[in-house]
């Protein structure tokens, strides 16, 4: 097994893959542009990245089974051109879930307290505590969540920690939850918005998310309030984030850009952070040693998995639903030449499968198969199948939907 690490990836990993016998080549200055070219040269089977785009010229070449990124999210991944060409992509949710919520609380915190401005003004030898003991205080002001997942629900204990009730909305998040979590169930976006002080995203991106935060959920925001992402830049629409900022004084706090560089280090020039009242991070939010660590071990685990078992933890391109029609369900003896002689004549009636299994009784004398079309064959063509070897003991049909 050939693994390329085309970014900055934990050494326990490197060894993690090493010690299961795979070679590794460790290129972490690859590039968007760059990378194609190295995996068409390698030929690795399984492709670790994590803010390197994995595009479909990358994916086009080379004999690719497995794309991993370590990290949360895979937006950066072409997933539907994997998908045309049967390789797998995974990804290591929750691993960074308490790394994001210390570092959306820091940027809480840091605006709140306006941090970086004390630090850059006793940098230039000016000391103005008139000015920055101004402040509003966490404690009893409202914490707004944008998306209750891993992330989003470790922000609930922190914020608990700081004297903060919590309200939220998610689409998966339900009255009945939000009393379990002891926090207020909001139905949608705006009453979130105009309910809080605060208002943290942890959504991921996706077609429903990108561009979810709008101009309409800024209207709503209280004048001054306070707005932290620290998911992904494309679900907030930041013209409209950029008029909150000036026209209402909407102070933001943010780890992702519209315009970050690709590499770890570049030009920065998103227009954003000149607003006056915005703080940002350099993209860092997972970036702790413990949450490398963790995703590293997710990573090794992920790949050994497909390598031993051929299935692929945390898989996000398989399909969730078929064009079956109808199952053929076939009982057999469980000798050579069976199932070939099924799949034959399903192949002649041009019929194709869209998913098969195979299961084994105790014994390793007899099974069940169980073998998913798109087409419904007729009644004649089932009787040629049972009758195409003798170790077929019975056939049926299920019709699905």
Known sequence: ?????????????????????????????????????????????????RSTKVTEAALATGALKLVVRAGAGYNTIDVAAASRRGIYVSNCPGKNSIAVAELAFALILALDRRIADN???????????????????????????????QIGREMIPRARGFGMPVVAWSRSLTPETAEQL???????????????????????????????????FFERMRPGAYFINTSRAEVVDHDALSRAVREKGIRAGLDVFEKEPTAGTGEFTDEIVKAGLVYGTHHIGASTDQAQEAIAAETVRIVRAFEETGKVPNVVNLAKATPSTCAVVVRHLDRPGVLASVLDAISE???????????????AEAAVARINLEKE????????????????????????G
């Open 377 to 400: 064959p007729d009644a004649e063509m089932l009787e040629r199948i049972r009758a195409s070897n003798a170790d077929i003991l019975e056939i049926g049909l299920i019709r699905l």
């Open 1 to 49: 097994m050939r693994v390329l690490i085309a970014d900055k990836f934990e050494e326990s990993g490197q060894e993690g893959f090493k010690s299961a016998g795979y070679e590794v080549i460790y290129q972490p200055g690859l590039t968007d542009e760059t990378l194609p070219g190295e995996v068409d040269r390698l030929r690795p089977d399984v492709l670790v990245v």
């Open 349 to 363: 009636a041009r019929i194709n499968v869209q998913e098969m299994e195979n299961i084994i009784f105790e014994g």
């Open 182 to 216: 002891r926090i207020e169930y909001k139905s949608s976006l705006d009453n979130v918005a105009s309910a809080s002080d605060i208002v943290s995203v942890h959504v991921a991106l996706n077609a429903q998310t990108r561009g979810l935060i709008g101009a309409k």
């Open 119 to 149: 630090v850059i003004s006793l940098g230039e030898g000016r000391w103005n505590k008139t000015e920055y003991s101004k402040a509003r205080g966490l404690f009893g002001r409202t914490l707004g969540l944008i998306g209750l997942g």
